[in-house]
């Protein structure tokens, strides 16, 4: 949906155009400050789709998904079968449920957390 249309003039006097579309991912993704041409918008809706399981929403259909993380449904669908095609997710009819594969990502963190917490660590004056 086209939500407003913007002119900008630059040092050198040239006009720019700019249609603005109204993203619903803009919640998930809004700048702090400036934003990196280098991010993936792909890998942050990935986790923004594993983030959405919780506890209490241990299965999501995909339309529970693309209203919880703010993305169209096609876009939670890919989202979806790619997890499900590297092991995160898996499916039981229309539901959706995370693998345990999800916590090798928690894991990453964890032992380099080890190791950076032990290396800081005191060691015993024998």
């Not at 949906?1 to 603005?20: E, H, K, P, Q, T």
């Not at 998904?65 to 890919?78: F, Q, Y």
């Amino acid at each position: 949906m086209l939500d407003s249309i913007r002119w900008f003039v630059n040092s050198g006097g040239m006009c720019w155009l700019f249609f603005a579309y109204r993203n619903r991912l803009d919640r998930m993704v809004r700048a702090k400050a400036i934003q990196r041409r280098e991010a993936m918008g792909g890998l942050a809706k990935g986790l923004a789709v594993i983030r959405a399981f919780t506890r209490d929403r241990a299965t999501l259909s995909l339309s529970d998904v693309a209203a919880l993380t703010d993305m169209p449904p096609a876009t939670a669908r890919r989202c979806l079968l790619t997890l499900e095609e590297l092991g995160y997710v898996t499916r039981s009819g229309r539901q959706f449920v995370l693998r345990p594969k999800v916590l090798e990502l928690g894991a990453a963190y964890f032992s380099t957390a080890w190791k950076s917490c032990m290396s800081h660590a005191p060691r015993s004056g024998r």
